[in-house]
DNA sequence: CGGCGGGTTGAGTGGTCTCAAGACCAGTGG
DNA sequence: CCACTGGTCTTGAGACCACTCAACCCGCCG
């Protein structure tokens, strides 16, 4: 693990604009960021593990952090990817003091780490850091929420179809967008093996949408809706 | 809907237990249940539907409630069952502001009110207030992404073992436990058909699960363990 | 008695998984 | 320039799981 105290100007500017982080005013963002450690890892690296003690919690600046249970076989499931800008188990600060997922980077990335115990004094004190906690974990549970729908309303190319929609700029036309990662993440994130993904594509091809590498044309964003 | 302002000494203990309110100071308790509304419904009542502007959220203190989203041919799913005890809507306080999901009474119940915007005003001048609410809403998350993950990971059959051993006050030789709602209520949780859950119950009996109405026995909780 | 709601059971279907083989691509080293 | 290689992705075949639809059972109530 290659740890660096220094801010790159791109991880620094993700930082300031990761939602725990945004709306905070200058004296909070600064306590927050003088304990804060930066450290750039491998790809593949475990940052946490089920059933670790949890004494801190992360916020991703580059790259992209996958959230996983094991089951007694050794199967994998996706819980979340975390993109730059996103916290992740934040949510352990006033309950658990376990880690209940592991968490591992999917390709070369930057992470900040933050003390469980010196936020949890802070938040204590300021208000104004207990409303952004407040504010990033209701955004997380959101975010399983609408997967626990998904999974349980729609089918594989319709949730394909939903990704694809939720990164497209435009409402109606057509559309092209580049996936920021690899097509097996993607699987894991919509709970599909990849080879199901895969066949989730090419049947989306009868409404428009092909794809080549990580670059996904739409023909018609309307017609993918009605999917 | 029938209101009153009164709580019964039951509801008064439910209220005092849950897990949101659980651990506050007098005047935090006092300021916050000045300002809560009661009410008694019926069962299959609507708390709130998708995409009203959400100016409350409530506690369960009798009954259950369930939380579900609708696709657009109408099937249903539920999201997440809330016991008395349970708050629900509580992680809208400083994100959105409309409901993003439907409620609904599953029997009988009584609710707590909490008005958003007056909690959210306590919870800015309140760090207890505002703990209270990062430990009820990081709960929940903790609960949805165990959802996920069973989902993900386990058939019908070990689903439904997973919820019998959590209900399982022990750990080893043998239990009986009743359900506290509908089998079919039970079967939108495990995110089953209630045909589904039938089923599973009984490939249980091979593992010496043995179902009655409601009640539920356990030959050798061990043994289910091992699904 | 008939109706009704909740639950079970059966048959058939469709969706997704697994396993295995092959295609494609980029990088490497002859 | 061309094999070789490893990783990623795709495609195919087969099995399994859970869904739908339908019939039926049962306890309850009018």
Same mark, same amino acid.
């Given at each position: 693990m290659n740890s660096s105290l220094k801010l790159s100007n791109r991880d620094r500017a993700v930082l300031m604009k990761a939602p725990f982080l945004a709306g905070l005013g200058n004296s909070a963002l600064v306590r927050l960021m003088s304990m804060m450690t930066i450290s750039t890892l491998p790809a593949r690296k475990f940052v946490m593990r089920e059933g670790?003690?949890?004494d801190a919690f992360y916020c991703v600046l580059n790259g992209y952090v996958r959230l996983f249970r094991l089951s007694r076989e050794g199967r994998e499931a996706d819980i979340m990817v975390c993109a730059p800008g996103d916290t992740f188990a934040e949510h352990l600060l006033f309950s658990d003091? #376990?880690?209940l997922c592991n968490a591992q980077t999917a390709e070369p990335a930057t992470l900040a780490r933050f003390d469980m115990q010196a936020v949890r004094d802070l938040a204590q004190q300021d208000p104004e850091i207990a409303k952004a906690l407040i504010s990033a974990i209701s955004r997380h549970l959101v975010g399983t929420m609408d997967c626990i729908a998904n999974d349980r309303l729609f089918t594989a190319p319709q949730r394909v179809a939903n990704y694809i929609l939720s990164r497209c700029? #435009?409402?109606g036309g057509s559309a092209s967008i580049r996936l920021p990662f690899q097509k097996s993440l993607l699987a894991g994130m919509l709970g599909l093996a990849p080879e199901a993904l895969s066949r989730a594509f090419s049947s989306l091809r009868r409404v428009g949408v092909t794809v080549r590498g990580r670059i996904i044309q739409v023909g018609d964003v309307q017609a993918l809706k009605n999917i």
């Open positions: 670790e003690t949890a003091n #376990v880690y700029p #435009v409402d």
